[in-house]
């Protein structure tokens, strides 16, 4: 089934109705974690490379909990590796040797603080000059 | 990701719920100890009266142990849904888990010394016992609080917050213990007599808590908001916002009942402190579960300093709520369902103009049927216009109109059928019974307001009201789109913070007007009723010029 056409003034409903509470709620996600820095907007990925995206975050990250895709053309994931930077709240991305086109890394973090933010950050690689 | 959706909501929600349960522990102990004066040398308050306290100092641990145990298990599962798998190693080793484990095993041990407690009432051993308890499970949510995962200022961002949470505390469980202790005064003489002494007592620390939640609650705010964009332009900013608009509502409630607790010092007045101040704290509860709920939100929320740039700007804010023209055509359902696969893809993501124009549609003619039930609400209120307290009636409009338009894909619009699409996606479930519930809620307010025999239906209405607000706060929340989200998300907090006034203006207005008029009740619960309709006409307003940006 695809995705219903959301009436997205559900949160009205939700003012009325108590019951809500014990029923579904959506694809809920919090975004308590935010990259504050990324290494994409200033070292553009290059085309047939693999390469190293570095993530600042404004909250330390529990790197064992937490997972990152990279999603191709189709809404395709694939896992890629992270690790943990020198920095504080800094995520080291490893991405693989890409072709042209537009990507998306999704992440999926675990705050120290218990929050769980899902996010994406959409980017473009170039055809090789 | 049904299952997802929900255990986040459980989770996210579980901290309001949480924050309650702790205030009512907390607040039972300080309340025992200034109020009822248990360490005092002529201690002298009625052992029945202790029961009292200690029974709620006892639900509050039971409802500590078991939300905080809850929040434990759901976050696991909120873990092995989002990342395919379970890490149980790296979950226990967190700071989340294991301070929250802490409190769970203490929230275990108050329950123990509790009923310890209610057998015995003046051993000084298990009070004593009890407050060594309570200190470190006061302590333990340091490491549960926004400032735990920050870089700069980590240990006093996380003690500052822990002052803010045991004030707010204070307050709230102090409130609880004067309703429980007004509804025991109803049919003991102790406790009534202790009821107008308990209110004067509770002033002073009463204020005392409003004293440390402002010296807390500034540096936080400023640490985390920053600047005016900050505090208007982003949903942490909001709620603050909010939280500090419901703190002082509930602040006039307190000061009402501090002055008729002046009143009875200086002239022995009992009549505001019996009939009035205990509506007045029943409505001052309302307030204040919201604003624990908004506190509980915040933790949720990127601290508006980390997201300067996807801040939106005052003017952008003020747009959203600028009256214009209701759109009040829609797309066909052929035009959405051409711009639904670019609008969900997260590559080569296409925001779809349909989608926002068919929400636009949805929210602006919602706005239609409550602003005119606004409307002929306060007509109601003019004795030649009887007719007008039949107003719930647009409920049931509303139902039909949701029924139609919530979900665009199903029956019986749709190519998916009633019982593939209620029973297949949570989403269209939810709609489904909020659909039904707004039929029949409409039903029994229309009879609640008519029928002066249903005294049950009567505050169903209000419960529901605080209930919705309370979840339109919590719900603020940001994905993928900060800035969209936020400007979305300003509207329903709004909404939110007006359902949490109409809630409790209703109540009033059912406790004061519809009881005894001969001591001024009556008047100030018509008034109270009416800043209730008029919230809700405000919020067929917001509703009514509602545009939902692109995205």
């Keep these: 089934m695809h995705q219903p056409i959301v009436f997205r003034s559900n949160k009205f409903v939700l003012l009325l109705f108590s019951i809500c509470l014990l029923l579904a709620y959506g694809e809920r996600l919090w975004a308590h974690a935010v990259v504050t820095e990324s290494s994409l907007t200033q070292n553009p990925i290059q085309a047939n490379h693999a390469t190293t995206v570095v993530l600042f975050f404004n909250s330390n990250v529990e790197l064992p909990l937490s997972r990152v895709f990279l999603v191709s053309k189709g809404d395709i994931y694939h896992p890629v590796q992270i690790e943990k930077g020198k920095k504080q709240g800094e995520m080291r991305i490893q991405v693989p040797a890409l072709a042209p086109g537009e990507y998306a890394l999704k992440y999926k973090v675990f705050a120290a603080d218990g929050h769980f933010t899902e996010n994406v950050i959409r980017f473009h690689v170039s055809e090789p000059r | ?551």
């Excluded at chain 2, 340091?142 to 006093?156: I, Y």
């Excluded at chain 2, 003017?315 to 829609?330: D, G, N, Q």
């Design chain 2, 1 to 551: 990701m049904y299952m997802q959706g929900l255990a986040n909501f459980i989770d996210d929600f579980l901290g309001g719920l949480i924050l309650i349960s702790y205030a009512l522990v907390v607040g039972s102990m300080l309340w025992s100890a200034f109020i009822l004066r248990i360490w005092s040398s002529g201690f002298a308050a009625h052992e029945s009266i202790v029961c009292r306290a200690v029974g709620l100092l006892r639900a509050g641990a039971v409802a500590l142990a078991i939300t905080q145990g809850l929040k434990l298990i759901i976050k696991a599962v909120v873990l092995a849904s989002v990342l395919g798998e379970f890490p149980a190693d790296a979950y226990m080793g967190t700071l989340q888990f294991q301070a929250g484990l802490i409190r769970f095993l203490l929230s275990l041990g108050l329950i123990l010394v509790a009923s310890q407690l209610l057998r015995t009432p003046h051993k000084p051993f298990s009070w004593n016992l009890a407050a060594i308890l309570s200190i470190p499970l006061v302590i333990a949510g340091a490491w549960l609080v926004h400032g735990v995962g920050r870089f700069e200022n980590r240990e006093q961002l996380m003690t500052m917050t822990v002052l803010h949470q045991f004030a707010a505390a204070v307050w709230f469980g102090g409130v609880a213990q004067l309703l429980s202790l007004w509804h025991m005064s109803r049919q003991s003489q102790e406790a009534k007599a202790l009821w107008p002494i308990a209110i004067t007592r509770f002033a002073l620390l009463g204020v005392s808590s409003v004293v440390v939640l402002l010296l807390t609650g500034l540096p936080l705010a400023w640490t985390y908001v920053g600047n005016w964009d900050g505090l208007f332009g982003t949903g942490y900013g909001s709620l603050v916002v909010t939280k500090v608009i419901l703190l002082m509502v509930a602040l006039s409630f307190a000061y009402l009942n501090h002055r008729a607790g002046r009143l009875w010092l200086r002239q022995r007045q009992t009549e505001g402190l019996d009939r009035k101040v205990p509506h007045y704290i029943e409505a001052e509860t309302f307030i204040l579960v919201g604003v624990l709920f908004i506190a509980a939100t915040l933790s949720s929320q990127p601290p508006s300093v980390d997201i300067k740039e996807l801040s939106a700007t005052v003017s952008e804010v003020a747009e959203m709520f600028t009256p214009r023209m209701p759109r009040l055509t829609s797309p066909t359902h052929e035009q959405l369902l051409a711009g639904e696969p670019g609008r969900v893809a997260v590559v080569d993501k296409i925001p779809s103009p349909a989608a926002t124009e068919w929400s636009d549609y949805n929210h602006n003619v919602s706005g239609v049927f409550l602003t005119l039930m606004g409307l002929i609400a306060m007509f109601s209120y003019i004795r030649r216009f009887e007719w007008a307290r039949y107003w719930p009636l647009g409920f049931v409009g509303l139902s039909i109109f949701l029924f139609f338009r919530s979900d665009a894909e199903t029956w019986p619009l749709g190519p998916i059928g009633f019982w593939e699409s209620t029973f297949g996606n949570g989403e269209v479930f939810q709609h489904r019974i909020a659909t039904l519930l707004a039929f029949a809620l409409g039903v029994m307010e229309m009879r609640a307001r008519t029928n002066r025999h249903a005294d049950q239906l009567r505050y169903l209405f209000p419960i529901l009201c605080a209930f919705g607000g309370v979840l339109l706060l919590t719900h603020a929340h940001a994905e993928f789109e900060l800035k969209s989200e936020y400007l979305i998300q300003s509207t329903h907090t709004a909404m939110g913070l007006l359902a949490v006034i109409m809630a409790s203006g209703r109540w009033l207005e059912l406790r004061l007007a519809e009881t005894d008029g001969s001591y001024g009740g009556y008047l100030d619960g018509k008034i109270a009723g009416f800043v209730s309709i008029l919230a809700m006409f405000l919020i067929g307003n917001i509703l009514l010029f509602y545009r939902e940006p692109l995205f």
